[in-house]
């Protein structure tokens, strides 16, 4: 492990730890859940470490940590500060600094993104029909976060300019946008998932393959994830048994200045 993956693993074991204390259901997700099974640790070049959480737990979470415990808080789009303009939350470690390079730089710690899991239909095709209307508040944030970048795609670069002009308050939007995911009661669905990812919608998937929160090995830990593993990595990433070209084994993170020993607040 690199020195930033194992400052990430100390803040796992702590957050792992206080959910199951306080009855807080939560699943590692994403690459995060694809390290688990596939090398039951970190992928080897990534470098952050998600989680997700039915929304009812989510919003406990975030009020349980809202100031902070040991040096440990959460941050979400309703926290007062103006510059957190992620429609999901981050659990930080205030001992640290690190530089989120945006539209706009967040300058916080280390952080572990905690992501909203919502309900979102009991059918496929309602599912599909109510993510419209999400994917569309989405697409409005997207372009108001999406940095102008030299040798990015053209389209990329043309929602960065349209996101400057947008009369929009990306924060307010934001807030819009958790309060539509979280419209639907997640215990009064069949179909569930992380309404913003970026794997759109095939982040939606019946409720059951969450299931039981199950034990996995991280890094010589224990962490919780999906029950039906198989299923949820099919869903996100087609063939996950089989290693990407080594050209694509890099990190899609750009932060910068990253100090373990620096406390940002």
Same mark, same amino acid.
Request: aromatic letters at 16%; one cysteine or more; charged letters at 30%.
């Given at each position: 492990m690199n020195p930033l993956q194992s400052k990430l693993l100390?803040?796992?074991?702590?957050?792992? %730890?206080?959910? &199951?204390? #306080?009855?807080?259901?939560?699943?590692?997700?994403?690459?995060? =859940?694809?390290?688990?099974?596939r090398h039951q640790g970190f992928i080897p070049w990534d470098d952050d470490v998600d989680i997700i959480m039915p929304r009812e737990d989510y919003e406990k979470l975030i009020e349980?940590?809202?100031?902070?415990?040991?040096?440990?808080?959460?941050?979400?789009?309703?926290?007062?500060?103006?510059?957190?303009?992620?429609?999901?939350?981050?659990?930080?470690?205030?001992?640290?600094?690190?530089?989120?390079?945006?539209?706009?730089?967040v300058k916080r710690g280390v952080?572990?993104?905690?992501?909203?899991?919502?309900g979102i239909g009991n059918t496929m095709e309602? %599912?599909?029909? &109510?993510? #419209?209307k999400i994917d569309f508040l989405h697409g409005l944030l997207a =372009?108001?976060?999406?940095?102008?970048?030299?040798?990015?795609?053209?389209?990329?670069?043309?929602?960065a300019i349209c996101g400057w002009v947008l009369p929009l308050n990306r924060k307010k939007l934001a807030q819009k946008l958790d309060k539509k995911c979280a419209a639907l009661p997640y215990k009064d669905c069949k179909y569930v998932g992380y309404l913003t990812s970026t794997y759109r919608t095939r982040e939606i998937m019946e409720k059951e393959i969450y299931g039981t929160p199950t034990p996995y090995q991280f890094e010589g830990i224990t962490v919780y994830g999906p029950e039906k593993?198989?299923?949820?990595?099919?869903?996100?990433?087609?063939?996950?048994? #089989?290693?990407?070209?080594?050209?694509?084994?890099?990190s899609v993170h750009d932060f910068v200045e990253i100090d373990l020993n620096k406390p940002y607040r």
């Open positions: 100390e803040m796992l074991t702590w957050l792992s %730890s206080y959910l &199951n204390e #306080k009855g807080l259901t939560y699943y590692v997700m994403g690459g995060t =859940m694809l390290g688990a099974v349980y940590l809202k100031e902070p415990v040991d040096h440990y808080v959460v941050e979400s789009v309703f926290s007062p500060e103006k510059d957190f303009i992620y429609n999901y939350a981050k659990f930080y470690d205030t001992n640290t600094s690190m530089t989120d390079p945006a539209k706009i730089p952080f572990i993104d905690v992501f909203p899991l919502d309602e %599912s599909l029909k &109510n993510y #419209k =372009m108001k976060n999406c940095k102008f970048r030299k040798g990015r795609k053209p389209w990329k670069n043309a929602a593993f198989d299923e949820y990595l099919t869903n996100l990433y087609h063939d996950w048994r #089989k290693l990407p070209p080594e050209d694509k084994r890099v």
